[in-house]
């Protein structure tokens, strides 16, 4: 929607959606790769609920996320910045 936009040479705006489910078959990360390269403005939004689709259930209990995404969220999330701007909106 990004390119067709600048394409136009419009100026709407673009959000997307993506669910952390969505992350686990690739498309998603080939989407973001692409807006990198082309430089499209557009505002993603990550609906993490700290699992994907999948079952991450043990026989222990849930199992934790793990991987570099769910680290550098964790990471972003427990920053003194993020968390003012969590508080104001």
Same mark, same amino acid.
């Given at each position: 929607?990004?390119?067709?936009? +600048?394409?136009?040479?419009? %100026?709407?705006?673009?959000?997307?959606?993506?669910? +952390?489910?969505?992350?686990?078959?690739?498309?998603?990360y080939?989407?973001? %790769? %692409?807006?990198?390269?082309?430089?499209? %403005?557009?505002?993603?939004?990550?609906?993490?609920?700290?699992?994907?689709?999948?079952?991450?259930?043990?026989? +222990?209990?849930?199992?934790?996320?793990?991987?570099?995404?769910?680290?550098?969220?964790?990471?972003?999330?427990?920053?003194?910045?993020?968390?003012?701007?969590?508080q104001?909106?």
């Amino acid at each position: 929607m990004a390119v067709g936009r +600048d394409l136009l040479g419009k %100026n709407n705006h673009v959000i997307v959606v993506i669910g +952390d489910g969505a992350m686990t078959a690739g498309q998603a990360y080939e989407a973001m %790769n %692409n807006d990198g390269f082309l430089d499209s %403005n557009l505002i993603i939004i990550l609906n993490d609920k700290n699992q994907v689709s999948l079952l991450t259930t043990t026989v +222990d209990g849930p199992a934790p996320p793990v991987g570099a995404l769910s680290k550098a969220l964790k990471k972003l999330q427990s920053s003194r910045k993020f968390q003012q701007l969590h508080q104001t909106a």
